[in-house]
């Protein structure tokens, strides 16, 4: 499975943007990571292309939502009332199975990141 991700970009505390992430296959699942700088690698939201179910990171519930597009194998990540603290490269990934999950190794894909800033 290959996964281009694409949306994101520079924008000012409180400001939102929509990040993009296209499957060359349908999978079961797939979810969001980002790694801030001096940061480490951590979950941020997943869902189920069949069903549609989600889960997200508590820190950005209320303010990202996850969604797909199950006839383009595409999800998206709308993310509000960004904080500067959202910086990071967001990548996007297909897990190697159908449950939710926010552990990153039970993802077999990996798409390149696509850069956020927030500034304060």
């Known amino acids: 499975v290959q996964l281009q991700a694409s949306g994101g970009g520079l924008v000012q505390a409180g400001g939102s943007l929509r990040l993009s992430c296209a499957a060359s296959k349908r999978s079961g699942v797939m979810g969001w990571f980002r790694q801030g700088p001096g940061k480490e690698h951590e979950f941020v939201a997943a869902i189920r292309l069949s069903g549609g179910s989600t889960m997200y990171a508590d820190s950005v519930k209320g303010r990202f939502t996850i969604t797909r597009d199950g006839a383009k194998n595409t999800v998206y990540l709308q993310m509000n009332s960004l904080k500067p603290e959202d910086t990071a490269a967001y990548y996007c990934?297909?897990?190697?199975?159908?449950?939710?999950?926010?552990?990153?190794?039970?993802?077999?894909?990996w798409g390149q990141g696509t850069q956020v800033t927030v500034s304060s």
């Open positions: 990934a297909a897990a190697r199975g159908f449950a939710l999950t926010s552990v990153g190794r039970e993802y077999g894909y």
